[in-house]
Each structure stands twice: as structure tokens, then as C-alpha cells.
């Protein structure tokens, strides 16, 4: 069965801290990963990753995808009151596998 | 566990067509939502309901109507379906609270339609 784990389930940091967010992966057929930052109706995208070691940047966020270990990770630097949000890591299999997603809180 | 149901996968209509796509929530989740997929827009709001027979339009409701005779069911119509509106459609509904609040949301696993 597809399925998609998030880690951790929340994360409370302060100001200026570094995050790692973490998603692994079980699906059949993957064809990309994609990260959405969740804050009111509709979760924003971040990232779409398709292949391995090729990191993604913007701004303070990256992303990168190791397809052999089958996980992927969000970085965010620096951290900001604004990134607190939940954080989804989604698979596309043909179908959209979404993981439960990361709450990030991050205190002034 | 929260399990959101979409009743397909894959959906191959034409033109001019009247299609019904239906979600199921087993966790009495009052909110509900219609979203569309399309490569490199990420997630567009179509319709959102917070109550049986409630409904508010998202981004881009036109072309679409919804209809929430049930809790746990949450309804997309396309009245006359058209190519544009090829996409991934997912369902998605979470707990009581403020529409706008930062509770996760729990995802159906999508249906892929495609308009001819």
C-alpha cells in the first residue's frame, strides 16, 4: 500500500532556528514529490522534485530528494514567525499520496 | 484513522458532458473542500463547505457547483464539462474550527479527470 510519513508531527522552535522537516515514501510508479506550506484555505507549493541529489532553493527554504532511500527533506533557515504553518509533502503516483503533514511553530 | 474517499481514480469524459464527482469523510469533519491540481499552479480552491447545504466559493468556482446534502459527503458538478477543465481534483476535509485555521487538512487521493 502507497503511503507517505511525515516527521515530526509538530516542531516548536524560536526565531532564527534551523528546521528539518522529513518525509519518506512508499508509493508505486513515484513520479515527483512536492512540498506545500499550509497556512489558511488553500496549501501554498513550494517544491516539485522529480530527481535525486538536485537540491531545490528559495530564499530560505531548500529542498533536495533521495530517490534510492526513498525520503525527502525541507530545510528552512533562519526561521520567521511567518513559517509557522503545517507543512505537506505529497507523492504523485499517478494519484496525490499526502503525508499528514509537519505543524511548525516558530516563537518570536 | 481519517479517510477520505473519492469515488474515482480516473475519469475520461467528453465535451458538453455533466459529471458528478463524489467524497466521503468517515471523521464527522464539518469542513470540506474542492481543490484542482494543475502542473506548476499547485493547489487552487474551487468550493468549500462548512455545514450540510453550506457552501462558499473558493478561487475558481466557475464552471463548477457543489452540493453538500450530508455531512459526510461533499459533491463537485461540472455542468458542461470542458477541456480546461482536465486536472487532478482532491477532496479534502478537517476537523471543527475556523474555516481559515491552520488544522491540517485530510486529503482524498484524487481523481484524475480528463475532458475530450
Known amino acids: ?108 | 484513522d481519517v479517510k477520505v474517499t473519492q469515488s474515482s481514480r480516473y475519469l475520461v469524459k467528453r465535451t458538453g458532458e455533466k459529471v458528478f464527482l463524489e467524497c466521503v469523510q468517515d471523521m464527522d469533519h464539518e469542513n470540506m473542500f474542492w481543490y484542482r491540481q494543475d502542473p506548476g499552479l499547485g493547489l487552487r480552491l474551487i468550493y468549500f463547505s462548512y455545514d450540510v447545504k453550506m457552501k462558499e466559493k473558493g478561487d475558481i468556482p466557475e464552471g463548477y457547483s457543489v452540493s453538500r446534502e450530508k455531512k459526510e459527503r461533499f459533491s463537485l458538478i461540472l455542468e458542461s464539462a470542458s477541456t480546461n477543465q482536465t486536472s487532478m481534483y482532491l477532496c479534502a476535509s478537517s476537523p471543527p474550527g475556523r474555516i481559515l485555521s491552520n488544522s491540517p487538512l485530510h486529503f482524498g487521493n484524487g481523481t484524475r479527470l480528463t475532458v475530450t
Open chain 1, 1 to 108: 500500500e502507497d503511503k507517505v510519513v511525515q516527521s515530526p508531527l509538530s516542531l516548536v522552535v524560536h526565531e532564527g532556528d534551523t528546521v528539518t522537516l522529513n518525509c519518506s515514501y512508499e508509493v508505486t510508479n513515484f513520479r515527483s514529490l512536492l512540498w506545500y506550506k499550509q497556512e489558511k484555505k488553500a496549501p501554498t507549493f513550494l517544491f516539485m522534485l522529480t530527481s535525486s541529489g538536485i537540491e531545490k532553493k528559495s530564499g530560505r527554504l531548500s529542498s533536495i530528494l533521495d530517490k534510492k532511500e526513498l525520503f525527502s527533506i525541507l530545510n528552512i533557515t533562519a526561521t520567521q514567525t511567518g513559517d509557522s504553518a503545517v507543512y505537506l509533502c505529497a507523492v504523485d503516483p499517478n494519484d496525490m499520496r499526502f503525508g499528514a503533514g509537519t505543524r511548525l511553530t516558530v516563537k518570536p
